[in-house]
């Protein structure tokens, strides 16, 4: 049987575990709240811009912002966003299995953001293109890199973490091209062109600009997303510890308890016995 | 409607980047760089579409002057109406 003093100290062990959980649960749903805000005013902005957008590109397909002279792969691009590191579950796991079973070295190239999941493609022998690092801010994600290499490719399919409430994390895949259209809602406005516009420097040059500012934003969604779906996967599994703790907690008590009566309990037993051999009787 | 346009006296100014909105108030006058060099937009200003070099925009209201510093962005201005979509 342990003694008191050991049960003491575990309990004050499992009360730090449970204050720290505590803290973390905190700090996630926090995030949570805050990526929130970011995604529904850049919602707005991005809504904004695709109306001029729209008016402007008169027909065009979408093009990724580049330009006429850009030189284009004959391949497509996977991006895979996955945690910087752990405390996030098995949903990185999951991601890189998923997009796997898409994956042919032939016809993709693969670009890893995030740590954890370029250690599970590392281990699995699966060489990718690039790895970036997940921005540990959620404030002005810098995306130009994967802008530039997005360029590059005539396709792009980004794999991402997605949020769909603080219990449940899903993952999912999405053509940029269709992310940013999806994104869109329709102008009725009339068309925009040099008849009834001042532009500088030209339309062509706009639109470009445009397309390229609407692929930050998307791949910024995106991270954001996955962000999102970390930190609620976080909650989750700091919120799972924490219960487990504080039945833990409960376990010790009781314990704490019947071993303090059981100590009790033997002293009794000592005195009565000390008694009975002293010649006393009861 | 363009009667209505040319007797408004102020000019609607957005300045905005995806996760922030820097000013959004009536104003005589919005100055800025492109490429061409500086300009200014004041009321019943051309449907006008221009990037916007890294400068600091000026914008003047009936009651102050307001300067923010930019890094590049996109000028839209329709009817009175001028946003300023910054980069990221």
Not at chain 2, 14 to 32: E, H, L
């Amino acid at each position: 049987m342990k003694q008191l003093n050991e049960i003491s100290a575990e309990q004050d062990a499992m009360q730090s575990v449970v204050g720290l959980t505590d803290v973390f649960e905190g700090l996630a749903s926090m995030r949570i709240a805050q990526i929130k805000d970011q995604v529904l005013s850049s919602e707005q902005f991005f809504n904004e811009l695709w109306s001029i957008y729209s008016l402007v590109r008169l027909g065009k397909q979408f093009s990724y912002g580049r330009q006429e002279s850009d030189a284009v792969q004959d391949k497509e691009l996977f991006i895979t966003i996955t945690a910087e590191g752990g405390f996030s579950g098995d949903i990185d796991q999951k991601l890189i299995d998923w997009m796997l079973s898409f994956y042919n070295p032939d016809k993709q190239d693969l670009i890893i953001i995030g740590h954890h999941g370029a250690i599970q493609l590392a281990q699995a022998g699966v060489d990718f293109k690039r790895y970036f690092k997940l921005p540990l801010h959620d404030n002005n994600i810098n995306v130009e890199p994967l802008i530039d290499q997005v360029k590059q490719y005539k396709s792009t399919t980004v794999f991402y973490q997605a949020y769909v409430t603080l219990m449940v994390q899903d993952i999912k895949k999405i053509e940029l091209r269709k992310a940013i259209v999806q994104a869109s809602h329709k102008s009725s406005d009339n068309v925009i062109s040099e008849e009834n516009y001042i532009f500088e420097p030209s339309p062509q040059v706009v639109a470009s600009h445009l397309e390229s500012t609407m692929m930050q934003i998307t791949l910024t969604q995106t991270i954001l997303d996955s962000k999102l779906a970390q930190y609620a996967s976080r909650f989750r599994s700091m919120r799972t510890a924490s219960e487990r703790a504080n039945e833990m907690m409960r376990d010790l008590r009781l314990e704490y308890s019947r071993t303090r009566r059981h100590i009790a309990d033997e002293r009794l037993k000592e005195v009565i016995n000390g008694l009975v051999k002293a010649g006393g009787t009861l | 409607m363009a009667d209505a346009v040319k007797s408004v006296k102020t000019l609607k100014v957005k300045v905005a980047s995806p996760y922030m909105i820097y000013f959004d108030q009536p104003a005589i006058s919005i100055s800025g760089v492109n490429k061409t060099g500086p300009f200014d937009v004041l009321v019943g200003h051309h449907n006008f579409i221009t990037l916007l070099e890294p400068c600091e925009l000026l914008i003047k209201t009936e009651t102050e002057e307001k300067r923010i510093r930019i890094n590049g962005g996109l000028l839209h201005v329709k009817e009175n109406i001028a946003n300023v979509f910054l980069d990221i």
